[in-house]
């Protein structure tokens, strides 16, 4: 069974964009938390608002990070299933942004190609239509700085159309018991 390739590739993304290059673009805004709907399973995402859920192109039936929450400088596996209703297109992008929290500096913005992504689980574009699998395992860089931050994902299909909007806070602070 194939993985749900664009949810992987859009927490990948999120991960990758912790170290990457800095770059200028943003076309949604985040809701306020009490607005936003969980993405299910064991995961820090929430879907970015309702719309991104009322039509999807993909459907998350779970996504799961292990450990949850992550943690700087160990492996992190990502396990997701699904399904893609709408065809993902040669050409389908992520927009990811970091932001440190809660003073909302925004760190960095990347635009990752989708579909370069999915050649990391074996698939390629265009992706059907269909249910999905996928397991993958990746090391998180020590380097990431002992903070706290909000990520947001846009992912979108070659011809501009929304795939979905996720948002997550993740925080890579030491905990009392590691002090």
């Known amino acids: 069974m194939k993985l ?48 991104a859920q009322s039509s999807p192109v993909i459907t998350i039936e779970h996504l799961n990070v292990n450990p949850n929450p992550p943690q700087r400088g160990q492996n992190l596996t990502i396990d997701a299933v699904g399904v893609v209703h ?31 992504l999915v050649g990391d689980v074996d698939l390629k574009c265009p992706i059907h239509k269909g249910e999905s699998a996928v397991e993958k395992t990746v090391e998180l860089p020590v380097e990431i700085p002992p903070a706290k931050f909000q990520v947001l994902v846009e992912a979108y299909n070659a011809d501009g159309s929304n795939i979905t909007c996720l948002t997550a806070e993740v925080d890579f602070r030491p905990s009392f018991t590691e002090l």
């Open 4 to 51: 749900l390739s664009t949810t992987l590739c859009l927490s990948l993304s999120i991960l990758s964009a912790l170290a990457g290059p800095l770059s200028v673009f943003s076309r949604q805004q985040t809701l306020s938390s009490d607005q936003k709907l969980p993405v299910p399973g064991d995961n820090p995402f929430l879907y970015c608002n309702a719309a």
């Open 86 to 116: 709408e065809e993902i297109q040669e050409g389908a992008y992520a927009d990811v942004s970091v932001y440190i929290v809660p003073l909302h500096i925004r760190l960095l913005q990347k635009r990752f190609d989708l579909c370069d």
